[in-house]
Nanobody
């Protein structure tokens, strides 16, 4: 059973930076797309960044060039480095593990009943002008 615990959210001004971390445990015996999703009030949850087994990364158009997803395999930690933050980046950010069957990892909106292999508990990011 995969368990994910996020940390690193907070409040920042426009143009600032934050780094989110996700401690991953139990992700053995399978291949996963590891990703970051976010959800603003009243909006659908959306995948903003993902990393596939072997390292290929994928980004939503809204964050490409500003966000970087990475992982430290030595201590099983997933990161999301966020630069040049904008008010529209405000939301709850979730780490997720999705079963990997080949091809690119998905980024974009997901249905409200989408259930990956695991969700983290979420961490709030607030960007103010």
């Amino acid at each position: 059973q995969v368990t994910l615990v996020e940390s690193g959210g907070g409040s920042v001004q426009v143009g600032g930076s934050l780094r989110l971390s996700c401690a991953v445990s139990g992700a053995t015996g399978g291949a996963y797309c590891m990703g970051w999703f976010r959800q603003a009030p009243g909006q659908a949850r959306e995948g903003v960044a993902a990393i596939a087994p072997g390292g290929p990364t994928y980004y939503a158009a809204s964050v490409k060039g500003r966000f970087t997803i990475s992982q430290n395999n030595a201590d099983n930690t997933l990161f999301l480095h966020m630069n040049n933050l904008k008010p529209e980046d405000t939301g709850m950010y979730y780490c997720a593990a999705s079963h990997y069957y080949g091809g690119p990892c998905y980024t974009g909106p997901v249905a409200s009943d989408y259930v990956p292999a695991a969700w983290g508990q979420g961490t709030q990011v607030t960007v103010s002008s």
